[in-house]
């Protein structure tokens, strides 16, 4: 059975604060996504990584940076928390070549700046 | 550009009517595909359903049915006699050969029994 997996379900975080959310597949794929979801403006992709250390920033990649040195996991890192980065963010990943296939996500972390 | 809408943020009806959410696509691209994705409370995305651009075929799984038109470029999803566990939220997404995902806002189902 396929499986994404986010290192936290619920997280609170102080400003100013460095933070790591990690997502782990373990489906061998090549291509994982970190998205952000906040009410009203739906999912909205943060940065994608096609390969290791290979990555292309999204729609909103301000804020962020991101990690993948394995294949299985892509950390996505916030230098300086702020208040405005309060949200769900949510990891997937496919296999290369395959937008025909549908993307498997992670349970999604819930994150809170103070 | 890619660019999916979903005009409905949220939806309420009552148990055991019929709904759809509606959702609409813009694109450039020839080959393109579709999907639908269910967010139970729990957060967790699930895939429903995925259509890509040369088979409009409708499709019917259960209580669930979507309706792909081109003409119109739309892809609307149906649920009839809606349950309680029909509750969540919905994202109706595309993809093109990039490798990228393109989704909606979300339509917020409740059904109350």
């Known amino acids: 059975d396929v499986k994404v997996t986010q290192s936290s379900r619920y997280l609170v975080k102080r400003t100013g604060e460095k933070v790591f959310l990690e997502c782990v597949q373990d489906?061998?794929?090549?291509?994982m996504f970190w998205y952000r979801q906040d009410p009203g403006l739906g999912l909205r992709l943060i940065y994608f990584?096609?390969?290791?250390?290979?990555?292309e920033k999204g729609d909103i990649p301000e804020g962020y940076s991101v990690s993948r040195e394995k294949k299985e996991r892509f950390s996505l890192i916030l230098e300086s928390a702020s208040t405005n980065q309060t949200s769900m963010y949510l990891c997937?990943?496919?296999?290369?070549?395959?937008?025909?296939?549908?993307?498997?996500f992670g349970p999604g972390t819930r994150l809170t700046v103070l | 550009a890619q660019k999916v809408t979903q005009a409905q943020t949220e939806i309420s009806v009552v148990e055991k009517e019929d709904v759809t959410l509606d959702c609409v696509y813009e694109?450039?691209?020839?080959?393109?595909?579709l999907f639908w994705y269910k967010q139970p409370p729990s957060g967790e995305l699930v895939f429903l359903i995925r259509?890509?651009?040369?088979?409009?075929q409708n499709e019917i799984s259960g209580r669930y049915s979507w309706n792909f038109q081109k003409s119109t470029s739309s892809f609307n999803f149906t649920i009839t006699a809606s349950q309680v566990v029909d509750s969540a939220v919905y994202f109706c997404?595309?993809?093109?050969?990039?490798?990228?995902?393109?989704f909606g806002t979300g339509t917020s189902l409740t059904v109350i029994p």
């Open positions: 997937a990943s496919i296999p290369a070549g395959q937008s025909y296939n549908e993307q498997f």
């Open positions: 489906m061998d794929h090549e291509n």
């Open positions: 990584s096609y390969d290791v250390k290979m990555k």
């Open positions: 694109t450039r691209d020839t080959t393109y595909y």
């Open positions: 259509r890509n651009s040369f088979d409009e």
């Open positions: 997404a595309l993809s093109d050969t990039g490798n990228q995902f393109y």
